[in-house]
């Protein structure tokens, strides 16, 4: 028994100092859960916590050097700017020459290139300008100018936020690409269909649909329809109508063209309302009642999809003739003929080529063709039919404001004078035009056709005046005829006729075909360093003086985009600073429960290396103790 014990002494002891000398050299107390059972899973969820923590110190790392070089980036855009704006503000005025302003154009020319370098910048693969599409090189010299292919929304990430931060900015925001469109003013409104998702239409109220409980009478007996499983609008039809079978059928709700019609058959009478502060058979247009007939809801409001089929279209379309689509110098006929769907036509038209691009709008109502590169001009007309009328889109229609012509300069006339004169071939017939009141291109057409017959000419006949066939621009006709010439000329100082395209000789022939200046440019910092390069190369003041003005409000729009990044950029910083707090914490309480006490582990060792000494030396004599000796 002596020996027993003292040897269970002595292994007792050793394990200790191993598992002691473990600890020291581990630096750990706890190395597994049976070291610590009831410490265990508070050990395990501190550490799936300072993982979390971790990793988002390396995605708030990455997150701020987007951010930080993304300011850089704008810093450097901001100078660039301040430095054209002085190109241009030395050019303007009798000071400059055609010489000097030739070698400011090569100054431009270079800061040109340098915008698109630092634009196309990136950072551990992100472009710095592309937003979301932060893979993509952003810009591409293209058609004679610079295209935008990068997003419109900038790239957010989860940092731990209240809500995803944006760490990056997009050419958009920061340097005006695709800021200008034609903007469709049609609403193509189409009819909904049984597949048509809840999701897309606008409800009856104009607030969406919101699904639930409605209330269905059949007679004198009464059920709650729980369409809150429905997806398109088929299944809402699906659903009462089951409901309608259980309580003894009688009628049916069908969907036709852009609204529910419920139809009650014979004697029956239906009906459909909402329940208690419900809104649900409201949004969808059938609180209504039926008896001994059919009554039609409200209009659904069916949303513009890329997968709207044409044929849904409720306006007509003249899909035939296609549209002409001009971007700088390239031009293409886009033929709409086999399209079914709105993707169809967004397909067709980015396989044109141009530039552009075919989209839904905000509203979903109608299609908006938007510029993709900056420093051409965009124009779409007619192709001797009516399909961009049809659509809305042409640039140069009957509702285009006088005040957008020439790149936002408009048309500038003489108030309370005349503003061009119109001769005609026979050398004898004149009228002046005074465009005073005038807003819009129909406007224009109509001061136009009653100068004439003012004159005393029938229209249509002596004279006309219309928007071109094919293409765009004003088209002048001269039925009168003769060996003069048939021009338009500017008086009283006047530039109207130049800014409405149409100030032009024609000599004998009797039609005057203007020019479309009517063009869509993206009010981009790319637009404007190409048009004052252009400009200088062409000793254009005034092209100088447009192009000076733009610049001015690309310096407000970079300081602007530079704040907001500054902002994103400390918002970043801060929340490293306070995950990296945390993360301190929780690696303290983690220590405190699983890492080694180096002082006492130290002092017990000692301790249990003396209890090991004593107890070996006491063994020694104990076992060396005998019978024999208890008998002597």
Same mark, same amino acid.
């Given at each position: 028994?002596?020996?027993?014990?003292?040897?269970?002494?002595?292994?007792?002891?050793?394990?200790?100092?191993?598992?002691?000398?473990?600890?020291?050299?581990?630096?750990?107390?706890?190395?597994?859960?049976?070291?610590?059972?009831?410490?265990?899973?508070?050990?395990?969820?501190?550490?799936?916590?300072?993982?979390?923590?971790?990793?988002?110190?390396?995605?708030?790392?990455?997150?701020?050097?987007?951010?930080?070089?993304?300011?850089?980036?704008?810093?450097?855009?901001?100078?660039?700017?301040?430095?054209?704006?002085?190109?241009?503000?030395?050019?303007?005025?009798?000071?400059?020459?055609?010489?000097?302003?030739?070698?400011?154009?090569?100054?431009?020319?270079?800061?040109?290139?340098?915008?698109?370098?630092?634009?196309?910048?990136?950072?551990?693969?992100?472009?710095?300008?592309?937003?979301?599409?932060?893979?993509?090189?952003?810009?591409?010299?293209?058609?004679?100018?610079?295209?935008?292919?990068?997003?419109?929304?900038?790239?957010?990430?989860?940092?731990?936020?209240?809500?995803?931060?944006?760490?990056?900015?997009?050419?958009?925001?920061?340097?005006?690409?695709?800021?200008?469109?034609?903007?469709?003013?049609?609403?193509?409104?189409?009819?909904?269909?049984?597949?048509?998702?809840?999701?897309?239409?606008?409800?009856?109220?104009?607030?969406?649909?919101?699904?639930?409980?409605?209330?269905?009478?059949?007679?004198?007996?009464?059920?709650?329809?729980?369409?809150?499983?429905?997806?398109?609008?088929?299944?809402?039809?699906?659903?009462?109508?089951?409901?309608?079978?259980?309580?003894?059928?009688?009628?049916?709700?069908?969907?036709?063209?852009?609204?529910?019609?419920?139809?009650?058959?014979?004697?029956?009478?239906?009906?459909?309302?909402?329940?208690?502060?419900?809104?649900?058979?409201?949004?969808?247009?059938?609180?209504?009642?039926?008896?001994?007939?059919?009554?039609?809801?409200?209009?659904?409001?069916?949303?513009?999809?890329?997968?709207?089929?044409?044929?849904?279209?409720?306006?007509?379309?003249?899909?035939?003739?296609?549209?002409?689509?001009?971007?700088?110098?390239?031009?293409?006929?886009?033929?709409?003929?086999?399209?079914?769907?709105?993707?169809?036509?967004?397909?067709?038209? *980015?396989?044109?080529? &141009? /530039? %552009?691009?075919?989209?839904?709008?905000? =509203? #979903? !109502? $109608?299609?908006? @063709? +938007?510029?993709?590169?900056?420093?051409?001009?965009?124009?779409?007309?007619?192709?001797?039919?009516?399909?961009?009328?049809?659509?809305?889109?042409?640039?140069?229609?009957?509702?285009?404001?006088?005040?957008?012509?020439?790149?936002?300069?408009?048309?500038?006339?003489?108030?309370?004078?005349?503003?061009?004169?119109?001769?005609?071939?026979?050398?004898?017939?004149?009228?002046?035009?005074?465009?005073?009141?005038?807003?819009?291109?129909?406007?224009?057409?109509?001061?136009?056709?009653?100068?004439?017959?003012? *004159?005393?000419?029938? &229209? /249509? %006949?002596?004279?006309?005046?219309?928007? =071109? #066939? !094919? $293409?765009?621009? @004003? +088209?002048?006709?001269?039925?009168?005829?003769?060996?003069?010439?048939?021009?338009?000329?500017?008086?009283?100082?006047?530039?109207?006729?130049?800014?409405?395209?149409?100030?032009?000789?024609?000599?004998?022939?009797?039609?005057?075909?203007?020019?479309?200046?009517?063009?869509?440019?993206?009010?981009?910092?790319?637009?404007?360093?190409?048009?004052?390069?252009?400009?200088?190369?062409?000793?254009?003041?005034?092209?100088?003086?447009?192009?000076?003005?733009?610049?001015?409000?690309?310096?407000?729009?970079?300081?602007?985009?530079?704040?907001?990044?500054?902002?994103?950029?400390?918002?970043? =910083?801060?929340?490293?600073?306070?995950?990296?707090?945390?993360?301190?914490?929780?690696?303290?309480?983690?220590?405190?429960?699983?890492?080694?006490?180096?002082?006492?582990?130290?002092?017990?060792?000692?301790?249990?290396?003396?209890?090991?000494?004593?107890?070996?030396?006491?063994?020694?004599?104990?076992?060396?103790?005998?019978?024999?000796?208890?008998?002597?």
């Amino acid at each position: 028994m002596s020996a027993d014990l003292l040897l269970n002494n002595v292994r007792r002891t050793n394990v200790q100092l191993l598992e002691l000398q473990a600890q020291l050299s581990s630096g750990l107390s706890v190395r597994q859960p049976s070291d610590a059972p009831g410490l265990a899973g508070t050990i395990g969820s501190l550490r799936t916590v300072l993982d979390d923590f971790e990793q988002k110190l390396i995605n708030l790392s990455r997150a701020g050097g987007v951010a930080d070089l993304t300011d850089q980036a704008l810093a450097d855009v901001s100078n660039l700017v301040l430095e054209a704006q002085a190109v241009a503000s030395s050019q303007i005025g009798i000071v400059a020459s055609a010489e000097t302003r030739e070698s400011q154009a090569v100054v431009v020319d270079a800061l040109l290139d340098s915008l698109l370098g630092i634009a196309n910048r990136q950072f551990q693969n992100v472009h710095l300008f592309a937003g979301r599409a932060s893979d993509v090189r952003p810009f591409e010299e293209a058609l004679g100018g610079i295209r935008y292919l990068g997003s419109r929304e900038n790239l957010s990430a989860d940092l731990g936020t209240v809500q995803p931060l944006s760490i990056n900015t997009n050419g958009v925001e920061a340097l005006g690409a695709l800021s200008r469109r034609v903007e469709g003013t049609v609403d193509l409104n189409p009819d909904a269909t049984v597949e048509t998702r809840l999701q897309d239409v606008g409800g009856a109220l104009g607030r969406g649909i919101g699904l639930g409980d409605v209330q269905l009478t059949v007679n004198a007996s009464t059920a709650a329809v729980d369409l809150s499983s429905a997806d398109n609008l088929g299944d809402v039809a699906d659903l009462i109508n089951q409901a309608i079978t259980s309580l003894g059928g009688g009628g049916s709700l069908a969907l036709t063209a852009d609204r529910y019609t419920l139809t009650a058959v014979g004697p029956n009478t239906i009906t459909i309302a909402d329940i208690g502060s419900g809104a649900v058979a409201a949004d969808l247009g059938i609180d209504v009642t039926a008896s001994g007939g059919a009554t039609a809801g409200a209009d659904l409001d069916a949303k513009l999809t890329e997968l709207t089929a044409l044929a849904q279209v409720t306006v007509p379309l003249d899909l035939a003739s296609g549209v002409l689509i001009s971007n700088g110098i390239e031009s293409s006929i886009v033929d709409f003929s086999g399209a079914v769907t709105i993707q169809d036509m967004t397909n067709t038209v *980015a396989n044109a080529g &141009l /530039g %552009v691009r075919l989209e839904i709008n905000d =509203a #979903a !109502t $109608g299609l908006n @063709l +938007v510029n993709e590169v900056s420093g051409i001009a965009l124009s779409l007309g007619e192709n001797g039919g009516s399909t961009a009328s049809d659509l809305g889109l042409r640039s140069f229609a009957g509702t285009t404001a006088l005040a957008d012509f020439n790149d936002g300069l408009g048309v500038d006339n003489t108030d309370g004078q005349t503003d061009f004169r119109i001769e005609l071939a026979d050398g004898v017939t004149s009228f002046e035009v005074d465009l005073d009141g005038a807003a819009t291109v129909s406007d224009a057409v109509t001061a136009i056709e009653n100068a004439a017959v003012g *004159a005393g000419l029938t &229209l /249509g %006949v002596d004279f006309s005046v219309a928007m =071109a #066939a !094919t $293409g765009n621009g @004003l +088209v002048l006709t001269d039925g009168i005829g003769g060996a003069g010439a048939f021009r338009v000329v500017g008086i009283n100082g006047s530039q109207a006729a130049r800014d409405l395209g149409i100030d032009k000789n024609v000599g004998a022939a009797t039609t005057l075909a203007g020019d479309d200046t009517a063009t869509i440019t993206n009010d981009s910092l790319f637009s404007h360093l190409i048009q004052l390069r252009d400009a200088l190369f062409n000793n254009d003041e005034r092209g100088i003086t447009l192009a000076a003005e733009g610049l001015r409000r690309d310096v407000d729009t970079v300081a602007q985009v530079r704040a907001t990044t500054g902002v994103r950029a400390n918002r970043i =910083a801060n929340e490293s600073q306070r995950v990296e707090g945390r993360r301190v914490q929780t690696e303290s309480l983690l220590s405190d429960l699983r890492d080694t006490d180096f002082a006492e582990a130290v002092s017990r060792f000692a301790l249990l290396q003396q209890q090991l000494e004593a107890t070996l030396q006491s063994s020694s004599r104990l076992l060396q103790i005998s019978l024999f000796n208890f008998l002597r």
